[in-house]
C-alpha cells in the first residue's frame, strides 16, 4: 500500500491538467476585463462629444439629446446621463460664456466569471468644458 502512494508517475499530467485550467481560467478573466476597458473608452468618447455639443451650442437642450441618442445607438449602451452648470436661464438650459457644464456618465454593468459569478459594478466618466455662446 505504502509503494503506491509512494508513486508518482502520473504527476505530469496532472500538473498539465491543473495549468491548462489556471490559464483558462485567466484568459476568461482578461477577456471580461478588457472588455469592460473597451466601455471605459466608449464611456469617454461619448461624455466629450456631449460636452462639445453643449459647450457649442451654449446650452443644455435638444442639441444634446440627440447627440446622446446618436451615440447610445452608435455605442450600444444606454448610459446615465447627469449634466451640472450654473444657468443663465434654468428654464431653457442655456449657460453663459465661460461658465462651467459639466457632464457625467454613468453605466451599471457586471464582470462574469465561471459558475455564474459576478461582480457588479459602475463605470463613471466625468468631463467638463466652457461654454462658448454669450446670452443677452
Same mark, same amino acid.
Given at each position: 500500500?505504502?509503494?503506491? #502512494?509512494?508513486?508518482?508517475?502520473?504527476?505530469?499530467?496532472?500538473?498539465?491538467?491543473?495549468?491548462?485550467?489556471?490559464?483558462?481560467? #485567466? #484568459?476568461?478573466?482578461?477577456?471580461?476585463?478588457?472588455?469592460?476597458?473597451?466601455?471605459?473608452?466608449?464611456?469617454?468618447?461619448?461624455?466629450?462629444?456631449?460636452?462639445?455639443?453643449?459647450?457649442?451650442?451654449?446650452?443644455?437642450?435638444?442639441?444634446?439629446?440627440?447627440?446622446?441618442?446618436? #451615440?447610445?445607438?452608435?455605442?450600444?449602451?444606454?448610459?446615465?446621463?447627469?449634466?451640472?452648470?450654473? %444657468?443663465?436661464?434654468?428654464?431653457?438650459?442655456?449657460?453663459?460664456?465661460?461658465?462651467?457644464?459639466?457632464?457625467?456618465?454613468?453605466?451599471?454593468?457586471?464582470?462574469?466569471?465561471?459558475?455564474?459569478?459576478?461582480?457588479?459594478?459602475?463605470?463613471?466618466?466625468?468631463?467638463?468644458?466652457?461654454?462658448?455662446? %454669450?446670452?443677452?
Amino acid at each position: 500500500m505504502l509503494e503506491k #502512494l509512494q508513486n508518482k508517475k502520473a504527476e505530469g499530467y496532472i500538473d498539465v491538467a491543473v495549468a491548462v485550467l489556471v490559464i483558462v481560467f #485567466l #484568459l476568461v478573466f482578461s477577456v471580461g476585463i478588457f472588455s469592460k476597458i473597451a466601455v471605459k473608452q466608449d464611456l469617454s468618447h461619448m461624455c466629450s462629444e456631449l460636452v462639445e455639443v453643449a459647450t457649442t451650442s451654449g446650452r443644455i437642450g435638444p442639441e444634446v439629446q440627440a447627440r446622446y441618442e446618436q #451615440l447610445c445607438e452608435e455605442a450600444g449602451i444606454r448610459p446615465t446621463m447627469t449634466f451640472t452648470a450654473t %444657468y443663465f436661464d434654468s428654464s431653457s438650459g442655456k449657460v453663459q460664456l465661460g461658465d462651467l457644464i459639466t457632464c457625467k456618465l454613468t453605466y451599471s454593468t457586471e464582470l462574469i466569471g465561471f459558475g455564474g459569478y459576478s461582480l457588479p459594478f459602475d463605470v463613471e466618466v466625468t468631463e467638463s468644458g466652457l461654454s462658448r455662446i %454669450y446670452w443677452k
